[in-house]
């Protein structure tokens, strides 16, 4: 046993047991190095606890930007959400409106539209993929739109949209669902289409 080498867990030097300290941490070649190793491991800690603390005080942060948003702040960021899905879903098809297909960029067109009915802003059959000149240039080219909307998801349905509803009560968590819904939903969508 005279001759025993143990392995420094400081340096990583293999040293004769007797010549090194035993401490709490384990063998050491020296106390310089017991104490080296503690304050590294100390420091570590310190570190870990302060990244924690960070995440924490910037997932507060996070947390009261988002009670402080206003209801139309919250739709900015649940509307693009809920587009882009349209465009997902729709992707290949042509402009509902003129039935061309376009390298353009394609929108997602609201048959009503979000200021008009904005209890439909959210609600799929009311809303598919779109040229960017109907969508913009020819306020949506309803009379096209419609009677290609028939084609699509048959006359009840159209007359469903345009049929009474009950007026849009969206509250704050209404709006993050929504959001958040849609953001999985596209997840998913590109993973099906091979887009991620
Ligand atoms: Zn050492
Ligand atoms: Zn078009």
Redesign the pocket.
């Known amino acids: 046993m005279a001759n025993t080498k143990k392995r420094?867990?400081?340096?990583?030097?293999f040293?004769l047991a007797e010549s090194?300290v035993t401490v709490l941490l384990g063998f050491?070649?020296?106390r310089?190095?017991a104490l080296e190793h503690q304050h590294t491991k100390a420091m570590a800690a310190v570190s870990k606890m302060r990244a924690k603390a960070i995440q924490l005080a910037k997932k507060d942060i996070k947390d009261r930007k988002q009670a402080i948003k206003s209801l139309g702040e919250l739709h900015k960021e649940a509307q693009p959400e809920f587009n882009k899905y349209i465009r997902l879903r729709d992707r290949g098809q042509p402009c509902i409106s003129c039935q061309k297909h376009t390298d353009r960029q394609m929108h997602a067109g609201h048959f009503f539209s979000v200021g008009s009915t904005p209890e439909l802003r959210y609600t799929e059959r009311n809303v598919h993929l779109q040229c960017s000149i109907c969508n913009n240039h020819l306020s949506g080219n309803q009379l096209r739109y419609r009677a290609n909307l028939i084609k699509k998801i048959g006359l009840e349905a159209v007359e469903e949209l345009e049929g009474p509803h009950d007026p849009a009560k969206y509250n704050r968590d209404d709006i993050m669902a929504i959001k958040a819904k849609y953001k999985l939903k596209n997840k998913e969508l590109k993973a099906q289409q091979g887009l991620l």
Request: with cysteine.
């Open positions: 420094c867990r400081h340096c990583k030097e040293v090194g050491f070649c020296n310089d190095h």
